[in-house]
């Protein structure tokens, strides 16, 4: 259990583009009009879990190797993002929405965000037996982790917002944050391995 709580923590922390946007919002809206991205973001991405992990449970089951196969796929895509968020630039002052994300929209922001489902798919693939008797336990307990870390990660940048925004505006600043957020991507990676 300690292995998949570590990667939740880890995927749940770094940036992305739920955390990207959250950390928008609560610049550009403040806290209390942002709190329904913030569920939504909460919610949304163990309700993809759940959905990831019993439409592929039998595949996996039948099928062990796509299970390991997907699982060195998604460590490989971790890693390319790892990249591009230490490559990248995280201005986040960008283009100012009118309003905030809905509780709706940021849920629905999930099942398009090629990190969630890469994610997902990784967790699924790589913290589950092929045993249909555990899987199913296995899933929920999955699920159930990044439901208690997603929130908390998330209101971490949600509050950061205000007071990253002047930091980040500093090239060199903004080049640290990104070799750390990618160093902690990276990290996530590590129990993967001996799993």
Same mark, same amino acid.
């Given at each position: 259990? /300690? &292995?998949?709580?570590?990667?939740?923590?880890?995927?749940?922390?770094?940036?992305?583009?739920? /955390?990207? =946007?959250?950390?928008?919002?609560?610049?550009?809206?403040?806290?209390?009009?942002?709190?329904?991205?913030? #569920?939504?973001?909460?919610?949304?991405?163990?309700?993809?879990?759940?959905?990831?992990?019993?439409?592929? %449970?039998?595949?996996?089951? =039948?099928?062990?190797?796509?299970?390991?196969?997907?699982?060195?796929?998604?460590?490989?895509?971790?890693?390319?993002?790892?990249?591009?968020? @230490?490559?990248?630039?995280?201005?986040?002052?960008?283009?100012?929405?009118?309003?905030?994300? %809905? #509780?709706?929209?940021? @849920?629905?922001? &999930?099942?398009?965000?090629?990190?969630?489902?890469?994610?997902?798919?990784? @967790?699924?693939?790589?913290?589950?037996?092929?045993? &249909?008797?555990?899987?199913?336990?296995?899933?929920?307990?999955?699920?159930?982790? #990044?439901?208690?870390?997603?929130?908390?990660?998330?209101?971490?940048?949600?509050? %950061?917002?205000?007071?990253?925004?002047?930091?980040? %505006?500093?090239?060199?600043? &903004?080049?640290?944050?990104?070799?750390?957020?990618?160093?902690?991507?990276?990290?996530?990676?590590?129990?993967?391995?001996?799993?």
């Amino acid at each position: 259990m /300690n &292995q998949y709580c570590y990667f939740c923590f880890f995927y749940a922390i770094t940036p992305g583009p739920s /955390n990207i =946007t959250l950390m928008s919002s609560g610049v550009n809206f403040g806290f209390r009009r942002s709190c329904p991205q913030l #569920f939504g973001i909460g919610v949304g991405f163990p309700a993809l879990v759940l959905v990831t992990g019993f439409g592929f %449970s039998g595949f996996f089951h =039948t099928y062990p190797v796509v299970q390991t196969g997907i699982k060195y796929v998604g460590i490989g895509y971790l890693l390319y993002l790892a990249w591009c968020i @230490a490559m990248s630039n995280t201005k986040i002052e960008g283009e100012k929405r009118v309003k905030p994300f %809905s #509780f709706i929209q940021s @849920a629905s922001l &999930q099942w398009v965000n090629p990190k969630a489902w890469v994610a997902a798919l990784t @967790a699924i693939a790589t913290f589950t037996s092929n045993t &249909q008797e555990e899987i199913d336990m296995q899933i929920l307990m999955i699920a159930a982790v #990044f439901l208690l870390v997603t929130i908390p990660c998330a209101l971490l940048w949600l509050y %950061s917002g205000k007071f990253l925004q002047p930091l980040l %505006s500093n090239k060199a600043y &903004q080049n640290k944050f990104n070799y750390i957020m990618a160093g902690l991507l990276i990290t996530a990676i590590i129990p993967m391995l001996s799993v």
